[in-house]
T-cell receptor, first 111, second 112 residues
């Protein structure tokens, strides 16, 4: 089945230790998104790639970076995680401006 | 950014009851989406609406795109325990590209 895959599902890192979260998709969608979601709140868009074009949200901290080496994969890099970065990180994809499909998420814990 | 007002914030119902939740905005949206999120999982798309006045069903779920393009509702009929979760509305505006604006969610609890 076509899907959005996120690895790992659970990630533990130490304060200040860089961490990378991965997303892949078999939907062949041209747009990929990264969201941060804190407990029971709505997902908050960090940035997205529309094809190869990177679109950063104005309030996304510099601590968060992203890479999209090809259509299928997208990475979220957190350069120096702080305690406030503990959250669920959601990857989503869409075909253009059509509906977005989410992955299962990665729960990040910062010790 | 622009917010969607989603209500109610939470609902506690008995199995078999019908449920209704809605989202409103002061802005016009071109697309309305309804998602359900289970604990520890990503949101799952339930219904997508693309046209003002559109009424779409997915099993026991029915959603409508408001005629003013500023609101949408989701109804769940004959609720069952597995309907428990958080329901989010999301809208896309003409000027926002592919970005979505999310409502704050409705936490649904179904008592057997």
């Amino acid at each position: 089945d076509a899907m959005v895959i996120q690895n790992p599902r659970y990630q533990v890192t130490q304060f200040g230790k860089p961490v990378t979260l991965s997303c892949s998709q078999t939907l062949n969608h041209n747009v990929m998104y990264w969201y941060q979601q804190k407990s029971s709140q709505a997902p908050k868009l960090l940035f997205h790639y529309y094809d190869k074009d990177f679109n950063n949200e104005a309030d996304t901290p510099d601590n968060f970076q992203s890479r999209r080496p090809n259509t299928s994969f997208c990475f979220l890099d957190i350069r120096s995680p702080g305690l406030g970065d503990a959250a669920m990180y959601l990857c989503a994809t869409s075909r253009g401006t059509n509906e977005q499909f989410f992955g299962p998420g990665t729960r990040l814990t910062v010790l | 950014g622009q917010q969607l007002n989603q209500s109610p914030q939470s609902m506690f119902i008995q199995e078999g009851e019908d449920v209704s939740m809605n989202c409103t905005s002061s802005s016009i949206f071109n697309t309305w989406l309804w998602y359900k999120q289970d604990p520890g999982e990503g949101p799952v798309l339930l219904i997508a609406l693309y046209k003002a006045g559109e009424l779409t069903s997915n099993g026991r779920l029915t959603a409508q795109f408001g005629i003013t393009r500023k609101d949408s509702f989701l109804n769940i009929s004959a609720s069952i325990p597995s309907d428990v979760g958080i329901y989010f509305c999301a809208g896309r505006r003409e000027t926002s590209g592919s970005r979505l604006t999310f409502g704050e969610g409705t936490q649904l609890t179904v008592n057997p």
